[in-house]
Structure formats: C-alpha cells, structure tokens
Nanobody, 128 residues
Framework: QVQLVESGGGSVQAGGSLRLSCAASGYTYDNYCMGWFRQAPGKEREGVAV????????STAGSVKGRFTISRDNAENTLYLQMNSLKPEDTAMYYCAAVERSGGFCSSGLVWNQYLYWGQGTQVTVSS
C-alpha cells in the first residue's frame, strides 16, 4: 500500500519561500508519477507539478512555472516542492499524490483525478 505524508507547509508573506516534503513508502520507486496538487477554498483541485520517478520527466503548471520546482531524493524516497516568490493566490491545501505508470512519462499529466494515492495535505498560507 502506497503511503504519502506531506510536511513543510506554513504561513509566509508574499515574496517568501517554503519547501514542501512528501515522504513516500510502500512501493517500487521507479515507475510512478508523483506530484503536487493544491486546492483553495471553493475552488477545484489543480495540478501544480509532477514528475516520473524513473526518468527526468517533469511537468509544471503555467501559473507556478519559474517560481516552483519539483524534485525528488530517491535515497530518501522523498518528493519536494520548492516554492519561491510566493503570492497570496498560492494559498491552498497542498497534496502529494502518486499513480503507477509505465513509459517514462506521466500520461496522467496534471489531472488530479488520474492519481490514485494521496497524502493528507499540508496548508500553505501566503499573506500580502
């Protein structure tokens, strides 16, 4: 059973930075799409960034491109999201998610309902 546990959320002023972590367990690490998704109150969940664990494939939403970077530490089975130049509109609950995929890329892309395993979420609040 895949288990995902997020950490690193918090409150920060606009322009600040945070790094989210997602500790993963319970699966073979090199054939999964893993990523970050977020959901603000009253809004639909949206994809932020995803990667394929067995290749260099990544995909990042246009709204955060150039500010957020997804990465992973295979040795630690941990996924990260470095968030810089945060804006109030980045305020949301951030979730880590994963789904098993073959082919070296994420056919599921940033579509949240294509992901099977989810963490409990970590809150990010950006004040102006």
């Amino acid at each position: 059973q895949v288990q995902l546990v997020e950490s690193g959320g918090g409150s920060v002023q606009a322009g600040g930075s945070l790094r989210l972590s997602c500790a993963a367990s319970g699966y073979t690490y090199d054939n999964y799409c893993m990523g970050w998704f977020r959901q603000a109150p009253g809004k639909e969940r949206e994809g932020v960034a995803v990667l394929y664990t067995g290749s260099t494939y990544t995909s990042t939403a246009g709204s955060v491109k150039g500010r957020f970077t997804i990465s992973r530490d295979n040795a630690e089975n941990t996924l990260y999201l470095q968030m810089n130049s945060l804006k109030p509109e980045d305020t949301a609950m951030y979730y880590c998610a994963a789904v098993e995929r073959s082919g070296g890329f994420c056919s599921s892309g940033l579509v949240w309902n294509q992901y099977l395993y989810w963490g409990q979420g970590t809150q990010v609040t950006v004040s102006s």
